[in-house]
């Protein structure tokens, strides 16, 4: 009896000094968020971890190289180790105290970048996102996808391709390349694809994914990935609707449409979101403007839209990088400016405006940076590169390649490293490379053309696709 006594004595005490206000704090930190032993253990936790601060880009490619700047990396390379998002071990090129050099590891996905050595173990404060660039087209009856290597430029067939599935009028892909979507003449609905997120492959996921009006040709999605907008070429309308990012699955917003005796053409939405403009062929020779709701994706008129030009046979539709200026590629050799009012939307005309292009000049790409945009002309042979003066949009006369023949359709990767020339009367098509300085484009693979599978390549289109 003496001794359970005892020992409740000695509980009770103890239980005392715990929960104590001089000794609680010690015995439960957690519980005190001016623990002072909780900041003694963890000061000197954290002083010894290896850190990384820094990534010198925040995105890129598989076998890319970057460079780690941050704090408590072992000077010996073989003692620290560096792991990707998916528990993939990269390439450790070299190593200081303070600056680290790696490759990313084929296999990475996106997410923040961890460290590992004999001082412990923590992630970087940023995530570095992994991308797979890739370029798809149909040929025949068939389409093909390539992978792209955006660090050499070289190109090959994923597995599988070519494979069965005609695309007529080519695919506009999500911003994030899961989902992709085409229309065509003579249909009154779109159809929508779903992307191997590794090969890049399409395959059909919904053959009536949407309804529009008749001859839904020319697409563009907003720069928020939510909204899809569908220009009808004869039905002189255009359908906007609501991407589910998960499913792939389109809700109607609604068909807008204003007074106009023409049929619609390519079509563009500033960067920035807020308008977005179309090409419309006959009657006055308009460009008709909308502007953007940001929150639910319907659009209203601008006012004084339609824009007329008097210009007939406007095809390619682009606006610059900085939401400032808008061009109409016209097929009698010139291209329309517009300066854009950033306010509301509305249309002037560039002094200098039309400037002159190359003959029958047809289907053209705005480079990202906003200061080169490149043309093609419809049965001809030159591929045309304009310099762009950011601070009035005035163009410069075409600085010209020429090669091959019949060149239709031409565009750029995401980054505008590389570019892309359809040959429709040939089974083949052109690579070329851009020069980041001076926008001059140089063809790759010798100036020969890569082969296809078929005859009357449709529009090549270079996507990328983040790896999670």
């Not at 004999?118 to 068939?142: K, M």
Request: aromatic residues 12%.
């Amino acid at each position: 009896m003496r001794n359970l006594i005892i020992i409740v004595f000695l509980l009770s005490n103890l239980n005392f000094c715990m929960v104590h206000p001089l000794w609680k704090p010690y015995f439960f930190p957690e519980q005190d968020e001016n623990s002072k032993l909780l900041k003694i253990l963890t000061a000197a936790y954290l002083f010894n971890l290896p850190k990384i601060y820094t990534i010198s880009k925040l995105n890129g490619v598989e076998g890319e190289v970057l460079t780690l700047l941050g704090s408590n990396f072992s000077e010996n390379s073989t003692e620290n180790m560096i792991y990707f998002s998916g528990n993939v071990q990269a390439e450790i090129l070299s190593s200081t105290q303070n600056t680290m050099v790696i490759k990313v590891p084929f296999g990475a996905k996106s997410g923040r970048i961890r460290i590992a050595n004999a001082n412990g173990i923590s992630d970087s404060f940023d995530e570095f996102i992994v991308f797979r660039y890739f370029l798809t087209f149909s040929a025949g009856s068939n389409t093909e996808t390539y992978g792209l290597n955006l660090l050499t430029g070289n190109i090959s067939a994923v597995s599988g391709s070519p494979y069965a599935l005609n695309i007529p009028l080519g695919a506009k892909f999500s911003i994030d390349g899961k989902f992709a979507f085409s229309g065509g003449f003579g249909q009154t609905t779109i159809q929508s694809y779903s992307v191997n997120q590794q090969t890049g492959v399409l395959s059909m996921l919904n053959a009536s994914a949407g309804t529009t009006t008749v001859d839904p040709v020319f697409f563009v999605f907003h720069p928020n990935g939510r909204f899809l907008y569908v220009s009808s070429f004869s039905g002189a309308s255009i359908a906007a609707f609501e991407l589910n990012t998960f499913t792939g699955n389109l809700s109607k917003i609604g068909d807008y449409s204003q007074s106009c005796t023409c049929s619609l053409n390519h079509l563009d939405i500033t960067p920035d979101g807020k308008f977005l403009y179309v090409n419309g062929n006959g009657g006055s020779e308009p460009i008709m403007g909308y502007s953007v709701n940001q929150i639910n994706g319907s659009l209203a008129n601008i006012a004084g839209s339609p824009f007329n030009t008097g210009v007939p046979n406007m095809e390619a539709l682009l606006i610059d990088s900085t939401s400032t200026y808008l061009y109409s590629v016209v097929q009698s050799s010139v291209i329309i400016a517009r300066r854009i009012n950033t306010l509301d939307g509305s249309l002037t005309s560039l002094s200098g405006s039309p400037f002159t292009g190359t003959t029958n000049n047809f289907r053209a790409v705005m480079h990202p940076s906003g200061k080169f945009l490149y043309t093609v002309n419809i049965l001809g042979a030159t591929l045309g590169k304009h310099n762009i003066n950011t601070s009035d949009g005035s163009l410069s006369l075409p600085s010209n390649l020429v090669f091959g023949e019949n060149l239709q359709f031409v565009t750029l990767d995401p980054t505008g490293k590389f570019g892309f020339v359809s040959n429709t009367s040939s089974t083949n098509f052109y690579m070329f490379q851009v020069d980041e300085t001076t926008g001059t484009p140089t063809l790759l693979n010798g100036g020969v053309g890569y082969a296809t599978s078929g005859a009357n390549n449709t529009v090549p289109v270079a996507y990328r696709i983040e790896q999670r």
